[in-house]
């Protein structure tokens, strides 16, 4: 199995990768199943946090403030935005599940102390990138944009038989304007949730050059190189993103070889 691919569990950590875990500074990320009435706790310490309500309904608790029944969907598949909550370093967090509920915590060095707050599905930014096939529906939950000390985070519904993150692009260079150093994880889901998708980690060197099967709820880990993701025919792909660096601005540069599907 390759190093770059973190499996689902059963149970309710599904997935966790940390920067000891992943080898790397800044991301780390995880997800959690929560039946009705089932509570977490946790400290962000020196990291701030972007919680994301993937499925179903949460109250949460964080920096003396309470969102109460916070969560819109039951599928990360349904045409809308999912609430998030952000929380800064140095704060307890409490997340109760109102119903069955899937959140992903999203996490990124932090210095500065700023008030938690929620972040509402109409305060997102939706959009449609690509075209053809390589056309895919974004919602951009934390973005550069919004405050934060290091946290980008962004989810991504790709259709059957379509690609994504293509042509393929890296962000591994600390060389802005024409390209930022964010590491970045890939949350996958699949619809229906029996299918696969298929994600290649590469560098211009080959130094990494990795080809996975990913299903659904799997992580890949993308610490540097090109990313694209390839969705079969027949189900649909989801991926929550979580990217951070040393600045937080994402610039991306296309691979050489494939950056003429640009101009198609």
């Excluded at 210095?111 to 990138?129: E, G, K």
Aim: aromatic share 8%; with cysteine; proline share 7%.
């Amino acid at each position: 199995m390759s190093p770059l691919l973190v499996k689902a569990r059963a149970g309710s950590a599904i997935v966790e990768v940390t920067p000891e875990s992943a080898g790397w500074t800044h991301v780390g990320f995880a997800a959690h199943r929560l039946a009705a009435g089932e509570q977490l706790t946790l400290e962000t310490g020196s990291r701030e946090l972007c919680l994301v309500v993937l499925t179903g309904t949460v109250t949460v608790q964080a920096g003396g403030q309470t969102w109460e029944a916070i969560g819109n969907r039951q599928s990360v598949f349904e045409d809308v935005s999912p609430y998030a909550v952000y929380v800064p370093l140095e704060t307890t967090v409490g997340i109760t599940a109102v119903s069955a509920a899937e959140v992903a915590l999203c996490s990124a060095p932090a210095t500065t102390h700023r008030p938690a707050r929620l972040i509402d599905p109409q305060s997102m930014t939706r959009s449609v990138r690509g075209k053809g096939a390589n056309t895919r529906y974004v919602c951009d939950i934390l973005p550069q944009t919004a405050e934060a000390d290091g946290l980008l985070v962004v989810e991504v519904v790709t259709p059957s038989g379509h690609s994504s993150s293509y042509p393929p692009h890296k962000h591994d260079d600390d060389n802005i304007p024409l390209e930022s150093s964010l590491e970045e994880t890939y949350y996958h889901r699949l619809n229906p949730e029996q299918g696969f998708a298929y994600q290649r980690v590469y560098t211009d060197d080959r130094s990494i050059d990795e080809a996975m099967a990913v299903e659904n709820h799997d992580v890949v880990m993308v610490p540097r190189g090109y990313h694209p993701v390839t969705v079969p025919y027949g189900y649909d792909g989801y991926y929550l993103n979580v990217m951070a660096g040393p600045k937080r601005v994402w610039h991306f540069k296309n691979d050489p070889a494939h950056d003429w599907l640009m101009t198609k």
